[in-house]
Structures are given as C-alpha cells and as structure tokens.
C-alpha cells in the first residue's frame, strides 16, 4: 500500500539532514564558531550569526518537551485516531532542540512530559525517502 | 524635512452578518464592510487615499489569499482607479499599529483595513493525494506528522499545563466567561445557543488532547473594516473619535519549527514586547485600562495573553480568569464581544479585538456596555502561538 501521508520536499541546503535519515542517522548543525546547536537548520547560526557551520550525528535520544493526541484528523491521517504529536528535546545541548514528529509504539495514556524517547526511522523506497519518528527508549 | 506628529483615530468600524456560513464571496463582503466602515465614518470612498488589505490578492483577480504583496493591483483599482499614499502588506495580526502610525506620520489621511471570508473552508486541510502518491510539503512542516492548528495550540497548552500546574477545568473557565459575553451580544455566532458551564467544555469532544471542541475558536464566514484618519478628518467624522494612544507590533519566530526552552521565560516574547512599547507610547499603565479584547483563537490563548500583556504574572492568567476578573463587572472585562470562540472567528479575525473596544469606548456596547469606558486595549496574534502581536491602545476624550 503506498504511503500517503505529506512528505518533505528536501532542499539543498538540508541535503546533508535528509542523507543522514537514509543512513539512520538524525544530523544537526552545530555551529563551528560558536558550539551552538541550530534546529530547526537555519543558514546562520542564530547565537552568533557564524555560517561556519558543520552537520554533526546527534545521539537520537530526547524527552517528551510536549505532547498532544490527536482525535480528529483528516485525509490520510482520518484513519490512524489517536495518534500522537510530540515535541522532541534532544539531547544534545546547549541550545535546546525541539524536533516536532509523531510519538509512536505507545498508550497514549502513558506519555508524560520528561519521558525518554528516541528516534526511529522508516524507510520508504518508492518515495526514495527516509522519515523520522520517536518511539519510547530502550529500556 | 521630518514627518508629521499628528494624532490618529478610528473613526469607522463595521462589521458584516457573521455566521457559520455564508453564500457570498470573500470580496462581496469585504466591500460591504469597506463601505459600511467609510459610511460609519460619515466619510465617502473618495475620502480614502490608503489600505490595509489583510492578506494579499494578485493583479486580476478579487479572491484573497496569503502572503502577496500584490494586493494594491487589484485594489487600488477596484476602489477607485486612482492614485493611493499607502498600502500596508502583510499577515493581518500586527497591522494597526503601523496603519496608524503612518497616519500619525503623516503618510496617508484616511486608511481603511479589511477582511473578508465567504464560503471559503479555511480549517485543517490535507494535501489531496494527487494520483495515489504522498504530497510533498515544506520540509519541516507539521504536516507531515498530521499535526494542524490545533494539535500545535495543543502542544502549547500541555506544556504550560506542566509547567504551572493548570487544568483542564481551568481552560474551561475561559470560554465559560466568554460564551456568557456573546449571550449579551446579539451579532455573535453562538450567543444564541445559550452559556457554558466548565462541564460541558470538559464533555466536548476532545479534538486534540487536552483541547476540546469548545477550547478552539469558531471557524465561520463574516467581514470586517476598520478606518483610521488623521486628527483633522476625524474630528469632523459622524461618531466621536476614539484616539490610538500607542500601539506596538511585537515578531518572535514562536514556531513549532524553532522553540525554545524555556518556552515561557520571565521576559516574554512578541506580545511582552508589543504590550510595553504600546503602553509606553500611550503613557497609559495595565491599571488604566476599563476594556480588553485579547485574541483568543483557543482558551489556553486567553490565559497566556494575559500574562504577557502584563495583566497579571506568569503563571497565573489560570487563576486571574478563575478569580473572575474577564467577566463583565470584574475589574478587567475582556473579550466582551464573545471573542473568537463564540462570537466570530472568520479566516483573519485579527481586526475583530480592537473593532469591540471601539463599540465599547462610543458606548454602543449595549448589554454588553462596560460602563463609563475611556480607555481600552486590543491584542490580535498571530502564525504561531505568540509569534506575532499588534497591540493598540485607545482612548476617547
């Protein structure tokens, strides 16, 4: 069954971001300045305007920031009710990054904010595409 | 050579029927309000000489759509086929403030600011499939998780609900007061329908968890026009001027792309700094104020605005609504028109707030009258949870 959902439109400057998902890795710039981390990637660091910038791996671990689950959708999503949105604090400090995704292989009931998560991937061929999700950590 | 320093009122205000929907276009009823706010005014189109089209349109054509800065093509002809001082662009939430400051300025005498949406669904949307395959989307939009308007105001309220120790119950109180102001006010959407209690909030369906359907905002169809006009024009207008005292327009990215935390640092964002600097400018303190109209586009909005235009403290607009203070006879009435969540939320409400703080400083407020009314404050955000503020700070003699 094809998958359906909206997908990202990749462009250039976050071709090393869109790369990595297909290696399993989850890339982040960090700024070789300044140390910062900058998500969402943006051309310049947004601590101290450097453009010197590199794509680092990031562990891929990160706690619930936020959550919400959702009861009404839409399109390709009316089916899946509930499912989860969570906002993703990685990690990686300092300069926090929120990821915005879906929260998967959980009871909604059980999603607290601080609990661990890590990313996971899914790979769609068809689309030539690697999408990212987080699902509860290894215990 | 330096410009002027002139005074700036609202001297028109109109609003068209607001209702769930209405058969007519985006256009038919901008120009009615365009019309009915001029005619408010006792001035005529001629008197116009600037705009401030909410959201753009293209060269040709009449329908609305965002973000183009080409809307001066179609309007200026369309009213008049003649030459304008201004065209103020952009996304709708903070354009009043530099409508009347270019007044102020001297740039233009009389601008007018419209909006309208008919027959027009503006909700959530999915990106129609086209021939079985995924659409494509911007790369880091909240689309592609299934996440809308909602789901993000959502994430909002969890959030600040973990932080402060606020409920669901709390939220609730917000459209209670609300729903009861649209009782008083016969124009609204749902003030027909009668008053909420926190029960029947809490028994809506939940839409995105914890936001239920009567957290969100109404989605219906209605147009709106605002004039603003120098000092010398509105003194000889039909209604008695009602002054900007100050304004401010307030940017913070606020994004579900790019959050920061803490996401509600002591400092504010947008509308913390929107709110001071139209209160500096107006010279006018929170205490002053008789009348609020505070964007409302969800309850956890309510709360949060609030807090950062300086209301009450962080963390506590929960228990400043609980203690009663919006409601008419308290000490800040707000959103005494019913707000977005009862009374209109049609496409780009963000003229609505500072329309009812007019109707409330004329004392054409009805039962819904804050008596003896000099001096109130509007608050319209928007594009992200507090990423954009316009601020106004009004007065009458």
């Known amino acids: 069954m094809p998958y359906l959902k909206a997908l990202p439109l990749p462009t250039q400057l976050n071709a090393p971001f869109w790369a990595g998902l297909r290696q399993h890795e989850f890339r982040v710039p960090r700024c070789l300045n300044c140390g910062d981390f900058n998500w969402i990637p943006y051309p310049a660091c947004r601590t101290c305007l450097s453009e010197n910038q590199e794509w680092v791996t990031a562990s891929g671990t990160a706690e619930v920031f936020s959550y919400s689950v959702v009861r009404q959708s839409f399109g390709a999503f009316s089916g899946d009710v509930p499912y989860v949105v969570v906002l993703a604090k990685l990690t990686e400090e300092p300069r926090p990054c929120i990821v915005t995704a879906n929260l998967i292989g959980i009871d909604p009931e059980a999603i607290k904010v601080g609990l661990p998560i890590q990313v996971v991937y899914e790979d769609l061929p068809e689309e030539d595409l690697t999408v990212f999700r987080f699902s509860p950590a290894d215990a | ?397």
């Open chain 2, 1 to 397: 050579m330096t410009f002027a320093n002139r005074r700036a009122a609202i001297v028109g205000v109109y609003t068209t029927e607001q209702a769930r929907r209405i058969d007519r276009s985006s256009f038919s009823l901008e120009l009615e309000a365009i019309r009915g706010a001029v005619e408010d005014a006792g001035l005529t189109l001629a008197d116009v000489d600037g705009l401030a089209p909410m959201v753009g349109s293209d060269h040709l054509s009449a329908e609305n759509g965002f973000n183009t800065t080409l809307a001066h093509q179609f309007w200026a002809s369309q009213l008049g086929e003649r030459p304008l001082n201004l065209v103020v662009h952009g996304g709708g939430s903070a354009q009043l403030p530099k409508v009347a400051a270019a007044v102020s300025a001297g740039l233009a005498d009389v601008v007018v600011l419209f909006y309208g949406k008919g027959a027009r669904y503006t909700g959530p949307v999915d990106n129609p499939a086209a021939a079985g395959r995924a659409p494509r989307v911007q790369e880091w939009s909240f689309a592609q998780s299934g996440a809308y308007m909602t789901t993000w105001y959502a994430l909002w309220a969890q959030r600040y609900m973990h932080e402060f120790g606020a409920t669901s119950a709390d939220l609730a109180e917000v459209a209670v007061f609300t729903r009861h102001h649209a009782t008083l006010n016969p124009a609204s959407v749902m003030g027909s329908r009668g008053d909420l209690t926190v029960d029947d909030v809490l028994s809506s369906r939940s839409i995105c968890d914890p936001l239920h359907l009567l957290d969100c905002s109404l989605n219906n169809d209605g147009g709106y026009a605002v004039v603003v006009a120098s000092e010398e024009v509105a003194r000889n207008c039909r209604n008695k001027p009602v002054w900007v005292l100050g304004g401010g327009e307030g940017y913070y990215t606020d994004f579900y792309a790019t959050i920061d935390d803490p996401w509600f640092p002591d400092d504010g964002k947008a509308v913390r700094s929107a709110a001071n600097k139209a209160f500096g400018l107006a010279g006018v303190s929170r205490e002053d104020i008789d009348v609020a109209n505070l964007y409302d586009c969800f309850t956890i909005t309510t709360i949060r605005d609030l807090e950062e235009m300086g209301f009450c403290k962080l963390g506590e607009g929960a228990a400043f609504v609980k203690e009663g203070h919006c409601r008419l006879g308290g000490k800040l009435p707000t959103n005494t028109d019913g707000g977005l969540l009862s009374n209109s939320h049609a496409g780009d409400p963000a003229g609505m707030p500072t329309i009812e703080i007019v109707r409330q400083l004329r004392g054409e407020g009805g039962a819904r009258q804050v008596p003896d009314a000099k001096i109130g404050v509007s608050l319209s955000q928007g594009w992200a949870v507090h990423g954009v503020a316009g601020v106004l700070v009004m007065g009458t003699d």
